[in-house]
T-cell receptor, first 114, second 114 residues
C-alpha cells in the first residue's frame, strides 16, 4: 500500500532558527512527492515537488526539501524560520496508478515563536 | 493567473436547503477536483473531472452532486445535507494526465449545516 507519514503533530521553533518538518513515504517505484502549506481558513498552497533529478528541491518562500531514497524521506527545510511561516504543512505522494490522486500525510503544525 | 476562485467563502444552510458551491479557474487546466476537509485533517478527495467528464467519484453520497459546465467552471450542488457534512470544501485544478503536475487549490468554502 502507498502511504505518507508525518511523525510530528507539531514542530516548535524560534524565529531565525532552521526548521525541519519530517515526511516519510511508502511507495513502490519512483515517487512523486509534494509539499503544501495551509494557513488558517485558507486553501492549500503548493510549495515544492520532487519528480526526478536533483535530490535537493527548492520551492516557494525560501523552503526546500531533500529527497532521500534510501531513507524514503522527503523532509521540508528552511534555513531561517519566520513567524509568518506558522501554518499547517502537508506532505503528499501521487500514487503510481493515478495522474489525479494525492495521498496526504496527516499534517504537521509549525509554530514559530518570536 | 494561477488562481482558483471559490464562492461563496462561507455558507450556512439548513438540512432541507439546496445550495451550490462554485469554482472557477483560468489556467487552462482540464482536470478539476472537489475535496472535503475537516478541521486539522488532510483534504479528502471527493470528485475528479477530466475534460468536463466525471472521472473519479470517491463513493460520495448522492446528496453531493458535482457539475462541470465548461472547462473553467466546477459546481457542487448540495441537497439534504447532514450536520456532519459541515467542513471546508476545496476546489482544485491541474494539468490533465500529467502525473508530475501539482494541483492548485482555491481558498475554500466553509460550510456549516444546521
Amino acid at each position: 500500500a502507498q502511504s505518507v507519514a508525518q511523525p510530528e503533530d507539531q514542530v516548535n521553533v524560534a524565529e531565525g532558527n532552521p526548521l525541519t518538518v519530517k515526511c516519510t513515504y511508502s511507495v513502490s517505484g519512483n515517487p512523486y512527492l509534494f509539499w503544501y502549506v495551509q494557513y488558517p481558513n485558507r486553501g492549500l498552497q503548493f510549495l515544492l515537488k520532487y519528480i526526478t533529478g536533483d535530490n535537493l528541491v527548492k520551492g516557494s518562500y525560501g523552503f526546500e526539501a531533500e529527497f532521500n531514497k534510501s531513507q524514503t524521506s522527503f523532509h521540508l527545510k528552511k534555513p531561517s524560520a519566520l513567524v509568518s511561516d506558522s501554518a499547517l504543512y502537508f506532505c503528499a505522494v501521487r500514487p503510481l496508478d493515478s495522474s489525479y490522486k494525492l495521498i496526504f500525510g496527516s499534517g504537521t503544525r509549525l509554530l514559530v515563536r518570536p | 493567473d494561477t488562481e482558483v476562485t471559490q464562492t461563496p467563502k462561507h455558507l450556512v444552510m439548513g438540512m432541507t436547503n439546496k445550495k451550490s458551491l462554485k469554482c472557477e479557474q483560468h489556467m487552462g487546466h482540464r482536470a478539476m477536483y472537489w475535496y472535503k476537509q475537516k478541521a486539522k485533517k488532510p483534504p479528502e478527495l471527493m470528485f475528479v473531472y477530466s475534460y468536463e467528464k466525471l472521472s473519479i467519484n470517491e463513493s460520495v453520497p448522492s446528496r453531493f452532486s458535482p457539475e462541470c459546465p465548461n472547462s473553467s467552471l466546477l459546481n457542487l450542488h448540495l441537497h439534504a445535507l447532514q450536520p456532519e457534512d459541515s467542513a471546508l470544501y476545496l476546489c482544485a485544478s491541474s494539468q490533465d494526465r500529467v502525473r508530475g503536475t501539482e494541483a492548485f487549490f482555491g481558498q475554500g468554502t466553509r460550510l456549516t449545516v444546521v
